[in-house]
């Protein structure tokens, strides 16, 4: 958790938020006094990733498996050998 003044901080700020949403916990202070915390949203994160693993879910529900072979063949179509 790293502590940061109030004008830093507005300064930097696009550069602060891109190390919250790597995970970093942020602590806003004013003359010395500490009043803001800025954290990353995990919950927020977590449901993009809850429904993106629900839409492969579904994908593979309604295509079935694909053999490493039928991979291989379509990233190979239209390469030239």
Same mark, same amino acid.
């Given at each position: 958790?790293?502590?940061?003044?109030?004008?830093? %901080?507005?300064?930097?700020?696009?550069?602060?938020? @891109?190390?919250?949403?790597?995970? %970093?916990? $942020?602590?806003?202070?004013?003359?010395g006094h500490r009043i803001a915390r800025?954290?990353?949203?995990?919950?927020?994160?977590?449901?993009?990733?809850?429904? %993106? $693993?629900?839409?492969?879910?579904? $994908?593979?529900?309604?295509?079935?498996?694909?053999?490493?072979? @039928?991979?291989?063949? %379509?990233? @190979?179509?239209?390469?030239?050998?």
């Amino acid at each position: 958790m790293r502590e940061i003044q109030a004008s830093e %901080a507005k300064t930097h700020l696009p550069q602060l938020l @891109d190390e919250v949403e790597r995970g %970093a916990t $942020l602590i806003i202070t004013r003359h010395g006094h500490r009043i803001a915390r800025i954290v990353p949203e995990f919950d927020w994160r977590q449901d993009k990733i809850d429904k %993106a $693993l629900g839409a492969i879910r579904d $994908l593979r529900k309604r295509t079935g498996r694909i053999s490493v072979a @039928d991979l291989l063949s %379509a990233r @190979d179509e239209g390469r030239k050998p």
